[in-house]
């Protein structure tokens, strides 16, 4: 039997580690599988002919490339009929019912994880069993009607994941770097999270020893030099932590990870750093104290300022995420934002600490199953993407995709945004695309932060800030910049204002 699973773009480029772990669980069971991104519009035709001899076709989805997969389906079925066509991951998961009665071309969603279901789905398919969809979590039709069955429980011992088919991506470990699954889900309630809708807040982290030998592995396989450790929320179990970090330390690989800033301090953060940890990911996600409480983020802004100095104290490098566009958010709440988002790139009083603070501040994108929907007036569509940092300003969607997404809103919420907010739309696109476009440019972020940060995020929040906006996301952040510094009394530097014309390579 031979399979191809399908995987929509990944950060930066890394292996797509769900679909990876999904080859190497088919491989044990003697299947030859082969690892493939989606394809482009243009070539989804011919991607789907040359797919059409396999057995199955499965798609890793998520939210942001759910159209792309749905038009992939479709032109799979054109191609052949009667092939098997399954769908997986959080997107699926979380629309599997709407997703079967909307698109005829997809057979079967599977929900959860899919460490029992995926092997069981196999074994069918592969001795032809008619009842092949009937798998712990998956959802079918059945003549006019929708069947489904439970998911699976979650795994309680996650070291029975296989490392994943790295292999099977070409491109692995090129540039040193490997990202590691090292555990799953995360025990807290944000509201805006789809974290917690896929793996139940059930906390897991796999043992030591078992990350160990599979960085012994990668070094070894691929001449790794720095691990992504992957988690929703690495730092929650201190024991695990230091359990982890006794054994990176005997390694010659530097790691980073995810964390929540008020589950860090000075002695955890000594600990990380003597074992190799260069770098952390923080969401802080608002400056706001009372998004704060209705968000149940629940952070002190204060005290989260004050843990990144100290990472960086330590020479870890943070990478801070704060969303703008909530369904809820005021201008005020956006201002305090802002600025603590200013602050965050503020160079460091101490010159000893080495650490790089990087900003990302995507636009807010609301994500099927989560609570923070019932708390919106509405949504609607527009073609912008909600997110230029996950989808870029250049990616529009097909024609095709934007007809999906009209009509089915409930299934691509996630291309969609909050109406009746105090900030009109067409000026939070030139917030988005200016915050993006800095977040690039950290000199120019460092001088707006030492001199006039203030008098910049008041000067974005003006209402019609959108008459600046240009044919691309860098015009636009020109012209707000040289707009800024028309000001009278401008006191921002015309090198700066320059910088801010030149292309982010020049950075």
């Not at 772990?21 to 035709?45: D, F």
């Not at 993407?385 to 009209?406: D, H, K, M, W």
């Amino acid at each position: 039997m031979r399979i191809a699973l399908l995987y929509g773009p990944t950060a930066a480029g890394f292996p797509p580690v769900g679909a990876l772990t999904l080859s190497a669980i088919a491989k044990r069971m003697g299947v030859a599988t082969e690892v493939v991104p989606l394809p482009a519009a243009q070539r989804r035709a011919e991607v789907a002919e040359a797919l059409a001899g396999f057995d199955m076709v499965g798609f890793s989805t998520d939210c942001g490339t759910y159209p792309d997969a749905v038009l992939t389906a479709r032109a799979l079925r054109a191609a052949r009929p009667d092939l098997p066509i399954v769908f997986g991951g959080p997107q699926a998961t979380v629309t599997a019912t709407q997703t079967m009665q909307a698109f005829p071309e997809v057979d079967l969603c599977v929900k959860g994880e899919a460490e029992q279901s995926f092997p069981e789905l196999l074994r069918r398919l592969a001795t032809g069993a008619e009842d092949w969809r009937e798998v712990p979590g998956g959802v079918w039709r059945a003549g006019d009607g929708i069947e489904s069955l439970p998911e699976p429980a979650m795994l309680a011992d996650v070291d029975q994941v296989p490392l994943p088919d790295y292999a099977a991506f070409p491109t692995v470990g090129i540039n040193g770097s490997i990202p590691l699954e090292v555990g799953r889900g995360c025990p807290y309630g944000c509201t805006f999270c789809s974290t917690n809708t896929f793996f139940k807040r059930r906390f897991r982290m796999k043992s030591s020893e078992r990350v160990a030998a599979d960085v012994a592995s990668l070094t070894a396989s691929y001449g790794v030099r720095h691990v992504d450790f992957i988690h929703d929320m690495f730092t929650v179990r201190r024991d695990f932590v230091e359990d982890i970090c006794a054994a990176m330390a005997r390694l010659p690989v530097s790691w980073n990870c995810s964390a929540r800033t008020d589950r860090l301090d000075d002695a955890l953060l000594s600990t990380m750093a003597d074992a190799g940890c260069v770098g952390v990911y923080v969401g802080i996600e608002t400056g706001s104290k009372r998004l704060q409480r209705s968000l149940k983020k629940n952070l002190n802004v204060d005290e989260a300022i004050a843990m990144v100095r100290r990472c960086q104290n330590f020479g870890i490098g943070v990478t801070a995420s704060m969303i703008i566009g909530y369904p809820n958010e005021t201008v005020e709440d956006l201002r305090e934002t802002l600025l603590c988002a200013f602050e965050l790139v503020r160079p460091h009083p101490s010159r000893q600490a080495t650490g790089d603070v990087v900003l990302q501040l995507p636009f807010f994108a609301p994500l099927a199953g989560t609570p923070i929907l019932d708390e919106a007036s509405g949504f609607a569509f527009d073609g912008v993407p909600p997110s230029v940092v996950e989808l870029g300003e250049s990616q529009e969607l097909s024609p095709e995709a934007r007809a999906l997404v009209e009509a089915h809103p409930g299934i691509f919420l996630a291309h969609y945004h909050p109406t009746g907010t105090e900030i009109a739309r067409a000026d939070y696109i030139v917030l988005m695309h200016v915050t993006s476009e800095l977040t690039n440019m950290p000199e120019v972020m460092r001088h707006l932060a030492e001199r006039e940060a203030k008098a910049f995020v008041d000067f974005l929040l003006r209402p019609g800030i959108a008459r600046h906006r240009g044919p691309t996301q860098a015009a636009t952040t020109a012209a707000v910049m040289e707009a800024f510094q028309s000001r009278p009394h401008a006191r921002l530097s015309r090198g700066t204002v320059a910088a801010a014309r030149q292309p982010v390579a020049a950075w």
